[in-house]
């Protein structure tokens, strides 16, 4: 087992990266323990810590969802009520998992941890206040912290996202529908490559910010054309909600002090 990893606290093992990590840990031999309860519950959050005596914790409840309202409880407010309650009972470190879509649309070719935090969805939104948050604590409280910066991520028990909504719909109705023109760039990531770069947050000894992402570009056209290499399918087109069209990260400050390098990028299996 590695140095500086035991006993680590899994906030959200019951969801995609969660459980994920959940496994990962488990073939890595790394011990943690999961959080059953209502975040939004002192008293659970009390328990957790009392019961499982973790001083470190992986954050990685959130969602997409609409509306605003569901959002910003979920990706800000249990985030909130866990910093405050978790360090009254020993909570040292968190490794929270964050979005490219803090950055909007990028200022140059990819996004830079130095850019400035321009969201142009409610999503990033949220995303920013939920950093903002942990800086605050981190600045009052002394907790240290590491914030991932993650692009779409897929992989195994993946049940949202594009990747995962475009193989529901070819398998139920045959044909997909694409909001916007399809030429909207994205990075994307294994989620093996996540589980990897939270293994290396857990062992980094500073408090810092990193993009987690595979630089691969690929547009939604691209990914319409690699299913179709693999079925068949119709496509059409709609009006898009969603104001971000380029979600591209680099991650050379990453590879730098992380030393992470994503392996996998078979989208599509």
């Known amino acids: 087992m590695k140095?500086?990893?035991?006993?680590?606290?899994?906030?959200?093992?019951?969801?995609?990266?969660?459980?994920?990590?959940?496994?990962?840990?488990?073939?890595?031999?790394?011990?943690?323990?999961?959080?059953?309860?209502?975040?939004?519950?002192?008293?659970?959050?009390?328990?957790?810590f009392l019961k499982k005596r973790t001083s470190c914790a992986v954050f990685l409840v959130g969602t997409f969802d609409p509306p605003f309202e569901s959002q910003f409880k979920i990706n800000v407010l249990t985030l909130q009520n866990f910093l405050e309650i978790g360090i009254k009972y020993g909570l040292k470190k968190i490794i929270f998992s964050s979005s490219g879509a803090v950055y909007g649309e990028p200022e140059n070719k990819e996004s830079k941890e130095t850019d400035p935090l321009k969201p142009n969805t409610l999503y990033g939104l949220t995303k920013v206040y939920a950093e903002k948050c942990i800086l605050y604590y981190a600045q009052n409280h002394n907790i240290q912290y590491v914030i991932l910066r993650f692009p779409s991520v897929y992989g195994e028990n993946n049940k949202k996202g594009v990747i995962y909504n475009f193989l529901s719909d070819i398998k139920n109705f045959g044909t997909i529908t694409i909001a916007g023109d399809g030429n909207q760039q994205r990075n994307f990531l294994h989620v093996s490559d996540a589980c990897k770069a939270i293994e290396e947050a857990l062992q980094y000894k500073d408090s810092d910010i990193f993009n987690i992402s595979n630089p691969v570009k690929v547009s939604i056209n691209d990914l319409v054309r690699i299913l179709k290499s693999r079925y068949t399918f119709s496509v059409s087109y709609k009006k898009s909600d969603n104001n971000q069209t380029k979600l591209l990260l680099n991650i050379d400050k990453a590879k730098k002090l992380l030393k992470f390098t994503p392996k996998m990028i078979q989208l599509v299996a």
Do not use: E, H, P
């Not at 606290?9 to 969660?18: E, K, N, R």
């Open 3 to 48: 140095k500086n990893i035991k006993n680590t606290g899994i906030i959200g093992c019951s969801g995609f990266i969660g459980s994920n990590l959940a496994r990962y840990f488990n073939k890595k031999n790394i011990s943690y323990v999961c959080f059953n309860g209502n975040l939004l519950k002192n008293k659970d959050i009390k328990k957790f």
